[in-house]
């Protein structure tokens, strides 16, 4: 499709259990970013990748949370052993060329609906 | 560090109602960019507009209009004649450079219901 893509749109499960989360940027994107949108947290930085290595990682929670991008293209965000206070809706966007070019319009996909019984 | 702020959490107009939300930001960059995003009730992110620190001109896109005043850091955003269809989450955003990576602050949003 032309838009980010997101899979699962909803993922129930147990707390404790590892989850994984995909998100397929827009063809051509170089950049992608991982963002949490909770109620209370608003939205909130995760990890942003160029290419397939990433610069800045400083919004992870903590050490449960990782992620990967192979190939510059799909990307997949872990959550080992999750936390209740993990559930939250997991946004992954997309944008043109960083580098001189700042700044470009970041393309969302519809998130990830995860929640923690 | 940077800061969005949308003091409106909430905001209820009728149709054909004009309609302004606000945004007030903090930063140190020099150069920077400010976005503003619309969340539908369906829930994905859609991104209306994107202005530069340089940029100071209002900008007009059919019934949207935005106001960047730097002098008092804020972003504004006014839809004219509102529609049902404008009931959204409206987010604005700024971003933060950090060496090679360029993320979004977000504001914690305002609540746009349209009614008949």
């Known amino acids: 499709g032309a838009g980010v893509s997101q899979s699962p749109s909803n993922k129930v499960t147990e707390k404790g259990k590892d989850v994984e989360l995909r998100c397929d940027p827009i063809?051509?994107?170089?950049?992608l970013y991982w963002y949490r949108q909770s109620l209370g947290q608003g939205l909130e930085f995760l990890i942003y990748f160029q290419g397939n290595s990433a610069p800045d990682k400083s919004g992870l929670p903590s050490d449960r949370f990782s992620a990967e991008r192979t190939g510059g293209s799909v990307s997949t965000l872990t959550i080992q052993r999750t936390q209740q206070e993990d559930s939250a809706v997991y946004l992954c966007?997309?944008?043109?060329?960083?580098?001189?070019?700042?700044?470009?319009?970041?393309?969302f996909g519809d998130g990830t609906r995860l929640s923690i019984l | 560090a940077q800061k969005v702020t949308q003091a409106q959490t909430e905001i209820s107009v009728v149709e054909k109602e004009d309609v302004t939300l606000d945004c007030v930001y903090e930063t140190r960059d020099t150069t920077y960019y400010l976005f503003w995003y619309k969340q539908p009730p369906s829930g994905e992110l859609v991104f209306l507009i994107r202005r530069n620190s340089f940029d100071e001109q209002n900008e007009i896109s059919g019934r949207y209009s935005w106001n960047f005043q730097k002098s008092t850091s804020s972003f504004n955003f006014t839809i004219t004649a509102s529609q049902v269809v404008d009931s959204a989450v409206y987010f604005c955003?700024?971003?933060?450079?950090?060496?090679?990576?360029?993320?979004?602050?977000f504001g914690t949003g305002t609540r746009l219901q349209v009614t008949l």
């Open positions: 955003a700024l971003s933060e450079h950090t060496g090679t990576a360029s993320k979004l602050t």
């Open positions: 063809s051509g994107h170089t950049a």
């Open positions: 966007a997309s944008s043109a060329r960083q580098g001189n070019s700042l700044d470009q319009p970041q393309h």
